[in-house]
């Protein structure tokens, strides 16, 4: 028994090249992404893959293992994740919260405390460095001038050099993450502030049982963000100490710009690729919160 296909004209674009398949919108969408993706793949996956190749050799890792400067920029890592972002985000937080208020010199504050964020790293960074100096440093000249004392050291101690690093970063950061949670704020319905007026509710109750419910998703999401964000970020640490004194304040991002400089590029790309186990969960987390 002889059967007949009857193919429609759907099937018969489906199975015809592929530019008879796409709509002017969509090629030229393919047009204007190729440059894109031509400057991605050799920027930024071609550098990668070659890195990963360069370290690949075990002997780099027990060499990096064997350095004990790499178990101290791992330390100090740890203490800029832990610290530094848990004390930039809590901050944030309660800084939403004064931010968002509807006040004319409020308005204006907000406009010089979002400067340092605006403002490139290198020369913020580098004014901080400059007044930090021992002998000539705008920091000390004020001790001196009311004190009558010298002031101490700041950058020939690492803990005082790391603690400086990342009071910096805070600093620098903290405006655009006072932004998001600003945002999140300003989401949240007000009649529910309204009626824990009329119950007699505290601030500290309407925190506890309006906004913290309401921003707790985003915060956390904002947290391990800027956690990936700053495993990658070299700029508070390397501008400001250089990894000094004595290569004791590293981070493990400085620390493969180290090698780096030292023609090491074996042991640069191995410091690098010992920050993914740290880097790896924290985006698994964040895609999982965001996926709810």
């Known amino acids: 028994m002889a059967t007949m296909t009857v193919m429609t004209q759907d099937d018969a674009a489906s199975r015809g090249p592929l530019s008879a398949r796409l709509t002017t919108p969509q090629i030229w969408g393919v047009v204007l992404l190729t440059p894109y993706m031509l400057v991605f793949l050799a920027f930024v996956v071609y550098p990668v893959c070659y890195g990963l190749w360069l370290a690949r050799h075990p002997s780099s890792y027990v060499a990096l293992y064997n350095d004990p400067i790499f178990a101290r920029a791992a330390v100090n890592t740890l203490i800029f994740l832990v610290i530094g972002i848990n004390c930039k985000m809590l901050v944030a937080l309660f800084l939403s919260g004064f931010f968002v208020q509807s006040r004319a010199w409020i ?22 460095r400059f007044m930090l100096n021992p002998e000539w440093g705008m920091v000390n000249q004020l001790i001196f001038k009311f004190t009558g004392e010298d002031g101490p050291n700041w950058l020939n101690d690492p803990t005082i050099a790391l603690t400086m690093a990342i009071l910096v970063h805070i600093w620098k950061s903290l405006p655009f993450w006072t932004l998001i949670l600003m945002t999140g704020r300003l989401a949240i319905a007000q009649d529910l502030f309204e009626a824990a007026d009329v119950d007699g509710a505290s601030w500290w109750q309407k925190f506890r049982f309006i906004t913290w419910p309401s921003l707790r998703t985003l915060y956390l999401t904002c947290t391990l963000l800027s956690m990936i964000w700053t495993l990658g970020d070299f700029n508070s640490v390397y501008l400001l100490t250089g990894g000094g004194p004595a290569d004791l304040t590293h981070v493990l991002s400085t620390l493969g710009i180290r090698y780096l400089r030292l023609d090491q590029l074996d042991m640069s790309m191995a410091a690098i690729v010992c920050a993914l186990p740290l880097v790896l969960p924290l985006v698994y987390f964040m895609m999982k919160r965001l996926s709810r």
Request: no cysteine; proline share 14%; glycine share 0%.
């Open 107 to 128: 308005r204006w504050l907000s406009v010089l405390f979002i400067l340092p964020w605006a403002v490139p790293s290198i020369p913020t960074i580098l004014s901080v």
